[in-house]
């Protein structure tokens, strides 16, 4: 804008000459961004107050002055009048420069008071009002436990997807189920235990004899090195404590022989089937299960026998333990003669022991048929005799150790048959 006094060159937003200080009367000189484009003056402008300072000697104005407007303007008119008389401008210090009416200086900036002229309006606001600019808050970040929970969900649903599968292949068929036996007896399985063999059970009462007709038979049942044996017993046909596996070229004529040790377990969900294994292969020869009843020579005994010919073992001699199995002696076999023997007419007295009694020793009998005397105070130690029932022996003493057998439990008695015979015999089976 040009003024019309001085022909100063002035923004268009000015309302004073920044030269001469004239003040633009027209209110057509007025920039249209400080008028509006409808209202009126007082309705546009800012509200802050603002008065030149005084004169010396000056009071300030008690009229409030709008900012760059004198007091005696008059907005019903379309221009600003002229000042009063005697208002000295310079004198009043009205200047702009001299007021620091610097548009800098009074913090007159559009930008920051919010001047937008692309506004259709003009934007009121206070001289060095700093406006708040609400802040922005930054959206929280996502718990971390929500991750977490998902990798957990995830690592739980792979570890049952594994144990399902560890399950399914440690569980799953690996073949034809495994053939058990149907009735009592011994047994032997083939290599994948889909077929059993059932082993003769033959009787002899004298063992040298069965030994000498068993190493004869070519026919006896085949099987493997390491055989698979099951045992369908109900504990009293076949006692599993009782019996011994022997291999039959030991047997000799005074009793001894050689057992193999082997192991027994249960067969899952059959309580009187049991397992019976050997820890190491068999070498090639003969060999039978053995139940002995009575003297080697002289007794009841049952022998279950089978061969063993494909093996890579030479001998079993790191296998076989020593077992005796006394035969019946002369002198006792002379005793029965004698006491079986009819008596004469002339004989009136009884016979009398070939060997006198202990001295002190206690007399006990036979409760029953068949009681062992053995070697040890063992059920594993060998049979050396058979008391039959009422048979009268003495006792010598008792074992410290105790044993469960066919639902009895007890020690042993060391005892000694009219005969001198000693041995141990499980002491529930005598009575006193």
């Given at each position: 804008?040009?003024?019309?006094?001085?022909?100063?060159?002035?923004?268009?937003?000015?309302?004073?000459?920044?030269i001469?200080g004239?003040?633009f009367?027209?209110?057509?000189?007025?920039?249209?961004?400080?008028m509006?484009?409808?209202?009126p003056?007082?309705?546009?402008?800012?509200?802050?107050?603002?008065?030149?300072?005084?004169?010396?000697?000056?009071?300030?104005l008690?009229?409030?002055?709008?900012?760059?407007?004198?007091?005696?303007?008059?907005?019903?008119?379309?221009?600003?009048?002229?000042?009063?008389?005697?208002f000295?401008?310079?004198?009043?210090?009205f200047?702009?420069?001299q007021?620091?009416?610097?548009?800098?200086?009074?913090?007159?900036?559009?930008?920051?008071?919010?001047?937008?002229?692309?506004?259709?309006?003009?934007?009121?606001?206070?001289?060095?009002?700093?406006?708040?600019?609400?802040?922005?808050?930054p959206?929280?970040?996502?718990?971390?436990?929500?991750?977490?929970?998902?990798?957990?969900?995830?690592?739980?649903?792979l570890?049952?997807?594994?144990?399902?599968?560890?399950?399914?292949?440690?569980?799953?068929?690996?073949g034809?189920?495994?053939?058990?036996?149907?009735?009592?007896?011994?047994?032997?399985?083939?290599?994948?235990?889909?077929?059993?063999?059932e082993l003769?059970?033959?009787?002899?009462?004298?063992?040298?004899?069965?030994?000498?007709?068993?190493?004869?038979?070519?026919?006896?049942?085949?099987?493997?090195?390491?055989?698979?044996?099951?045992?369908?017993?109900?504990?009293?046909?076949?006692?599993?404590?009782?019996?011994?596996?022997v291999?039959?070229?030991?047997?000799?004529?005074d009793?001894?022989?050689?057992?193999?040790?082997?192991?027994?377990?249960p067969?899952?969900?059959?309580?009187?089937?049991?397992?019976?294994?050997?820890?190491?292969?068999l070498?090639?020869?003969?060999?039978?299960?053995?139940?002995?009843?009575?003297?080697?020579?002289?007794?009841?005994?049952?022998?279950?026998?089978?061969?063993?010919?494909?093996?890579?073992?030479?001998?079993?001699?790191?296998?076989?333990?020593?077992?005796?199995?006394?035969?019946?002696?002369?002198?006792?076999?002379?005793?029965?003669?004698?006491n079986?023997?009819?008596?004469?007419?002339?004989?009136?007295?009884?016979?009398?022991?070939?060997?006198a009694?202990?001295?002190?020793?206690?007399?006990?009998?036979?409760?029953?048929?068949n009681?062992?005397?053995?070697?040890?105070?063992?059920?594993?130690?060998?049979?050396?005799?058979?008391?039959?029932?009422?048979?009268?022996?003495?006792?010598?003493?008792?074992?410290?150790?105790?044993?469960?057998?066919?639902?009895?439990e007890?020690?042993?008695?060391?005892?000694?048959?009219?005969?001198?015979?000693?041995?141990?015999?499980?002491?529930?089976?005598?009575?006193?």
């Open positions: 804008m040009i003024c019309p006094k001085c022909s100063g060159l002035n923004d268009d937003t000015n309302i004073f000459c920044i001469c004239e003040t009367h027209s209110s057509t000189n007025l920039p249209s961004t400080v509006g484009p409808q209202n003056l007082e309705t546009i402008m800012p509200t802050q107050i603002f008065q030149p300072p005084p004169a010396a000697g000056e009071e300030f008690s009229t409030p002055t709008v900012f760059g407007v004198p007091p005696n303007y008059n907005q019903s008119q379309a221009g600003f009048n002229q000042p009063p008389p005697g000295d401008q310079s004198q009043a210090g200047n702009q420069s007021a620091n009416f610097n548009q800098s200086q009074a913090n007159f900036n559009q930008s920051q008071a919010g001047f937008n002229q692309s506004q259709a309006g003009f934007n009121p606001s206070f001289v060095g009002f700093n406006p708040v600019i609400p802040q922005v808050q959206e929280p970040p996502k718990s971390r436990w929500v991750l977490w929970l998902g990798l957990g969900g995830v690592f739980v649903i570890l049952g997807c594994g144990i399902a599968a560890a399950v399914f292949f440690l569980y799953r068929p690996t034809p189920a495994e053939v058990l036996p149907d009735h009592l007896g011994l047994f032997f399985q083939n290599g994948d235990k889909t077929a059993i063999t003769a059970k033959k009787d002899y009462a004298n063992a040298l004899d069965g030994k000498d007709k068993l190493l004869k038979d070519e026919s006896l049942p085949e099987v493997e090195s390491r055989p698979n044996l099951i045992l369908y017993s109900d504990g009293k046909d076949i006692p599993v404590g009782d019996l011994k596996l291999q039959l070229d030991t047997i000799k004529n009793g001894k022989l050689k057992q193999v040790e082997f192991k027994v377990t067969v899952d969900g059959k309580p009187e089937m049991k397992r019976l294994w050997l820890t190491e292969n070498a090639k020869g003969k060999y039978a299960f053995a139940l002995f009843d009575g003297f080697l020579d002289e007794g009841k005994h049952k022998l279950w026998a089978f061969q063993v010919k494909n093996s890579d073992r030479t001998d079993n001699a790191s296998l076989l333990k020593e077992l005796t199995v006394a035969p019946k002696s002369k002198d006792e076999k002379k005793e029965e003669n004698s079986t023997a009819t008596p004469s007419p002339s004989a009136t007295a009884t016979p009398k022991p070939t060997v009694p202990p001295v002190g020793a206690r007399t006990a009998y036979a409760g029953t048929n009681v062992l005397v053995r070697s040890a105070p063992s059920l594993d130690a060998a049979k050396v005799n058979a008391l039959r029932n009422g048979q009268k022996v003495y006792i010598l003493g008792f074992s410290d150790n105790y044993d469960y057998w066919n639902g009895l007890g020690n042993w008695a060391h005892v000694q048959t009219e005969g001198g015979q000693r041995g141990w015999v499980f002491s529930p089976l005598l009575r006193y």
